[in-house]
Structure formats: structure tokens, C-alpha cells
């Protein structure tokens, strides 16, 4: 085989594969962000208890995501790192499915959660180091993570129609499934040294206007999200709309995505 044709081989191999990836991955959330919220309000928890369990995931992401992305870039272990945490996201909502109550459901997701959040950003960290090693575009690999989102929430949606709420956790289980399946067969990168990160910088941002006004921006523009995320689905549900409806109102915004990934 010519040199050329083991790089081309290389090349495709990992840009297929990291779609393929990237499509399971946000195919979770396209089943989660819009149907987890009927599942909790099936379940019997009240509003209350609805917005404390979606907040846990991000207070995972303030946590165990720091530990983990760093441990896994100092040896050099992002791969791994995307298939334990995969798997354990995985067993996590497969357990959570036979939660009794709140409190239980809460607890449940805060331990899956602390494997879930960590697996986009070690993949975006793979992407971008791997598109770099490979000599690929970005966008057309990512894109097909928002396509499959819009599947998944049309998917997701049709089966809502079919079984009752209760039984919607499932869905997830089962794409998280193929989401694990799909990270076992990353190829591994190159292993390059990480670069220090300067620790003292930190004090210098938080003294800079500029700086702060982007953190309360995004701050506020999340906090919205979050409320979105939370309880546009009941709402909508409140109103009559099917759970057809709700998917294509939840698909609508993310063809626009698929548009600037292209």
C-alpha cells in the first residue's frame, strides 16, 4: 500500500467513525433534553423536583468534568476515557429507570451525570486534536451530530406517541447503548505533550470588564436554556400538542446548526 493511500485510508477512517460518534452522542440528547422532563413528571415528581433534577447535570459539569478531562489528557487516555465514560453513562440510566422516588431519581443522576457530562467535551477534545492530526474538517464531522439530534427527537417523539411516558427512559438507555459501542471503535491519535496551562492569568481576567460582561452574558444566555430545557415540553404538553408536535418544535432551531456546520 502507498504512503498516500494509508494517510487517505487514515483519514477517512477517522472522520467516519468520529461521525458516527458524534451522531450517537447528540442523539442522546435529542431524546433526553425534550422527553426527560415527561419522564420526570410521569415518575410523579412535581415542578419543584423537576427543575432540582435537570439542574444536577450541571452541577456535574462543574465537578467531575475538570477532574476527569484532566486526568484523562495528563496520561494521555482520551479514548479510554470516552469509552468508561460511555459505558458507565450507560449503566447509570439504566439504573435510574428504577428509582422510586426524587430523592432517589436525584441521587441516581448525579453519579450518572458525573460520567455523562465529561464524554462531550473528551470527544470534542479528540475532534479537534484528531482533525488537526488528520488534515479533515471540523464542521462536516460535527454536523452530523445535529442531524442525528433532529432524528432522535422526531424518533423519540414518534415512540412517545406509542408507549407511555414512563417507558421513555429506554429510549436513552438504548442510544446510549450505541453510543458506547460507537466509542470502542475510535482510532487512537498520536500522543503530543499538553501544554501548561498558566495558572496566574486567572486573576488578571477576573480584573478585566470586558471579560466579566462575557461571563454574566453566557451565564444568562445558559440560565435561559435551562429553563427551556426544563419545562418547554410540559408546557407544550399542557397546551395540547402532541408529542409530535414538541419534537418538531424542538428539531426546528437546530437546522439552522446543521447550516453553519456545513
Not at 475538570?66 to 487516555?77: D, F, I, L, M, S
Not at 476515557?81 to 426524587?102: D, E, H, N, R
Not at 458525573?114 to 484528531?130: Q, S
Not at 452574558?217 to 397546551?239: C, K, N, P, R, T
Amino acid at each position: 500500500m502507498q504512503p498516500n493511500q494509508a494517510i487517505a485510508i487514515a483519514r477517512r477512517r477517522f472522520a467516519v467513525r468520529l461521525s458516527v460518534f458524534y451522531a450517537a452522542t447528540f442523539a442522546i440528547v435529542g431524546a433526553y433534553t425534550p422527553f426527560f422532563p415527561l419522564w420526570l413528571k410521569a415518575k410523579g415528581l412535581d415542578p419543584a423536583w423537576i427543575g432540582i433534577v435537570i439542574a444536577i447535570p450541571t452541577v456535574a459539569r462543574l465537578t467531575a468534568v475538570p477532574a476527569v478531562t484532566r486526568y484523562a489528557e495528563r496520561r494521555h487516555a482520551v479514548v479510554p476515557a470516552i469509552v468508561i465514560t460511555s459505558a458507565l453513562a450507560t449503566l447509570g440510566f439504566a439504573l435510574l429507570a428504577a428509582m422510586p422516588g426524587p430523592l432517589a431519581i436525584a441521587l441516581m443522576l448525579l453519579l450518572t451525570a458525573c460520567a455523562w457530562t465529561p464524554t462531550l467535551p473528551l470527544t470534542d477534545a479528540y475532534a479537534l486534536r484528531g482533525v488537526g492530526a488528520h488534515d479533515v474538517s471540523y464542521g462536516p464531522i460535527r454536523l452530523w451530530g445535529s442531524v442525528a439530534y433532529i432524528a432522535a427527537v422526531l424518533a423519540t417523539g414518534a415512540v412517545a406517541v406509542a408507549v407511555a411516558p414512563v417507558h421513555l427512559i429506554w429510549v436513552i438507555v438504548v442510544i446510549m447503548a450505541i453510543s458506547s459501542v460507537a466509542a470502542s471503535t475510535l482510532p487512537p491519535l498520536p500522543v503530543i505533550a499538553a501544554p501548561v496551562a498558566d495558572q496566574s492569568s486567572w486573576s488578571g481576567l477576573l480584573r478585566q470588564p470586558d471579560y466579566i460582561a462575557i461571563v454574566v452574558a453566557a451565564a444568562l444566555i445558559q440560565g435561559s436554556h435551562a429553563v427551556y430545557y426544563s419545562f418547554s415540553s410540559i408546557a407544550w404538553q399542557a397546551e395540547g400538542f402532541d408529542s409530535t408536535t414538541i419534537s418538531l418544535l424542538w428539531s426546528l432551531c437546530v437546522v439552522a446548526e446543521i447550516a453553519l456546520f456545513a
